[in-house]
């Protein structure tokens, strides 16, 4: 499996913007898979934003994101979108797109330590 982000690189504060994870080599809809967007800004580790599989919903991890932050599936162009409105300064950060066999999203069932796949990365720079 591979993942690929892609996205604009530097946005203005206030800006809502969408970053795809385009999948190949394994199907977005496989029941085992599960997706997650994990960031991680300058000088800090990295942190899980979201998650989301074929059974379970899309799931936004922390909370300070909640209401701006929606992640969802795109099964007809097998990709993962992270949709970010209302983007500060604090969300400037590398976005990787993530996959793991089996586990959840649910709990700690998306644990970062035991990630099957990673993306490269996208870099997202919000200025004020």
């Known amino acids: 499996v591979q993942l690929q982000e892609s996205g604009p690189g530097l946005v203005n504060a206030s800006q809502t913007v969408s970053l795809t994870c385009t999948v190949s080599g394994g199907s977005i ?13 300058p000088g800090k580790n990295r942190e899980k ?38 983007l500060d300064p604090d969300d400037t950060a590398t976005y990787y797109c993530a996959a793991r ?17 990673w993306g490269k990365g996208a870099l997202v720079t919000v200025s004020t």
Do not use: P
């Not at 809809?29 to 800004?41: G, I, K, M």
């Open 49 to 86: 934003i979201s998650c989301i599989s074929e059974s379970e919903r899309g799931i936004i991890y922390l909370d300070a994101l909640k209401g701006r932050f929606t992640i969802s599936k795109d099964n007809a162009k097998n990709a993962i979108h992270l949709q970010m409105n209302s």
């Open 29 to 41: 809809t496989a029941d085992d898979y599960y997706w997650s967007w994990v960031r991680q800004a």
């Open 101 to 117: 066999f089996e586990g959840s999203c649910l709990g700690n069932g998306f644990d970062l330590t035991r990630v099957d796949y």
